[in-house]
């Protein structure tokens, strides 16, 4: 399996329901960033979590980590059908240097109903 | 600023053909990312620069595929030749090392018919 592997592969909610999709990872990292990607654009930076930190807040996300189970989650509150997108993690792997290197994991693909 | 450019953003040509994919990255970022997107493979990294540089070139499929990046304003990858298993998506991406945000292009679909 890969590094960064988010589970599930797909989720279909109702608006104003919360959405949880959670990312595992096998090495020591730097941080760990979530991602987001719509239908046939590029992926857009959501929110990065560094390993020092357990939980970070931004609008209607919340994610967490927890690096002695090497696993991450996002949480969309309230979602709407706009947040319809597909959810990458991508994790800053510890040890050398990586010149900002990052290693995606496969994706959840969230589907909001109205 | 434009943010990440991608040209061509559509790309349809027959095996065989030599195709080159260019990228303008942010200014003032060192560091870029090319990657290919397939539903089968999701996305794979295939090589990235720093300061110009190509630091890891492991993700490059076969020798059909290569990269270069002149200067800090353009990048381009090429395949020569191209085979249909090559039709994809492929992003740039470009970032300020240290800062680790990764800002993605809207990416070239490439159909090798």
């Known amino acids: 399996s890969q590094q960064g592997e988010e589970d599930p592969q797909a989720l279909s909610i109702q608006e104003g329901e919360n959405a949880t999709m959670n990312c595992s990872y096998k090495?020591?990292?730097?941080?760990l960033q979530w991602y987001r990607q719509n239908s046939g654009r590029g992926l857009v930076h959501l929110i990065l979590?560094?390993?020092?930190?357990r939980e970070k807040h931004s609008g209607r996300l919340r994610v967490t980590l927890d690096t002695s189970k090497k696993s991450s989650s996002l949480l969309i509150t309230a979602s709407r059908a706009a947040d319809t997108a597909s959810y990458f993690c991508a994790t800053d792997d510890a040890g050398g240097t990586s010149y900002g290197k990052l290693t995606f994991g496969q994706g959840t693909i969230l589907t909001v109903h109205p | 600023d434009a943010g990440v450019i991608q040209s061509p953003r559509h790309e349809v040509t027959e095996m065989g053909q030599e195709v080159t994919l260019r990228c303008k990255p942010i200014s003032g970022h060192n560091s870029l990312f090319w990657y290919r997107q397939t539903m089968m493979r999701g996305l794979e990294l295939l090589i990235y620069?720093?300061?110009?540089?190509?630091?890891?070139d492991s993700g490059m499929p076969e020798d059909r595929f290569s990269a270069k990046m002149p200067n800090a304003s353009f990048s381009t990858l090429k395949i020569q030749p191209s085979e249909p298993r090559d039709s994809a998506v492929y992003f740039c991406?470009?970032?300020?090392?240290?800062?680790?945000?990764?800002?993605f292009g809207p990416g070239t679909r490439l159909t090798v018919l």
């Open positions: 090495t020591s990292i730097n941080n």
């Open positions: 991406a470009s970032s300020f090392h240290g800062l680790n945000e990764q800002f």
């Open positions: 620069f720093n300061n110009n540089v190509p630091i890891d």
């Open positions: 979590i560094r390993s020092n930190e």
